[in-house]
Antibody, heavy 122, light 107 residues
Framework: EVQLVESGGGLVQPGGSLRLSCAAS????????MSWVRQAPGKGLEWVAN????????YYVDSVKGRFTISRDNAKNSLYLQMNSLRAEDTAVYYC???????????????WGQGTLVTVSS | DIQMTQSPSSVSASVGDRVTITCRAS??????LAWYQQKPGKAPKLLIY???SLQSGVPSRFSGSGSGTDFTLTISSLQPEDFATYYC?????????FGGGTKVEIK
């Protein structure tokens, strides 16, 4: 059974940092692109970042470029999101999600974690 | 970025009703469209991909259609477990973007 379990969320002050983790199991983690997708309270879904199977390619939504860094450790079946210079508008539930094996350019998300809440507030 | 517009934003329906949700893309996306179901406090679940392909394990009462800019998700006979919020997502170009959601409520 595919499982994705996020951790690391919490309350942080504006300008602070947080590192999210996602532990994957039930599939060959190193064979899949992975993404982080977030959802602000009561709002819709927003893709944040993704990373290629071997970590050689990474992409970000414009609003987090230069502040967030996605990474992975295939030996530990884990995905990470380092979030720096956090802003109030980064407050959201952050989900890790597995890409469908439909290629690099065109993809959907076939498995999601339960999410971890990040609250940026003073 | 491609903007995805869903309508209606909410719909009230009864068990057994046929429900149709629409998603419109700001530019053509071929058939690169998915539909997700999200229940309160839960992660989204993939229902339909490539506009009309049913994800494994999803009941056949869910169906998708469309291409280009206009797409629909149809629930042929609404069941109690289908009350949720539904999102479309375009996979045609970077970055992938989602619609604003359609909440299906009990009438």
């Amino acid at each position: 059974e595919v499982q994705l379990v996020e951790s690391g969320g919490g309350l942080v002050q504006p300008g602070g940092s947080l590192r999210l983790s996602c532990a994957a199991s039930g599939f060959t983690f190193s064979s899949y692109w992975m993404s982080w997708v977030r959802q602000a309270p009561g709002k819709g879904l927003e893709w944040v970042a993704n990373i290629k199977q071997d970590g050689s390619e990474k992409y970000y939504v414009d609003s987090v470029k230069g502040r967030f860094t996605i990474s992975r450790d295939n030996a530990k079946n884990s995905l990470y999101l380092q979030m720096n210079s956090l802003r109030a508008e980064d407050t959201a539930v952050y989900y890790c999600a597995r890409h469908t094996p439909t290629g690099t350019t065109h993809y959907y998300f076939d498995y999601w974690g339960q999410g971890t809440l990040v609250t940026v507030s003073s | 970025d491609i903007q995805m517009t869903q309508s209606p934003s909410s719909v009230s329906a009864s068990v057994g009703d046929r429900v149709t949700i629409t998603c419109r893309a700001s530019q053509g996306i071929s058939s690169w469209l998915a539909w997700y179901q999200q229940k309160p406090g839960k992660a989204p679940k993939l229902l339909i991909y490539a506009a009309s392909s049913l994800q494994s394990g999803v009941p056949s009462r869910f169906s998708g259609s469309g291409s280009g800019t206009d797409f629909t998700l149809t629930i042929s006979s609404l069941q109690p477990e289908d009350f949720a919020t539904y999102y479309c997502q375009q996979a045609n170009s970077f970055p992938v973007t989602f619609g604003g959601g359609t909440k299906v409520e009990i009438k």
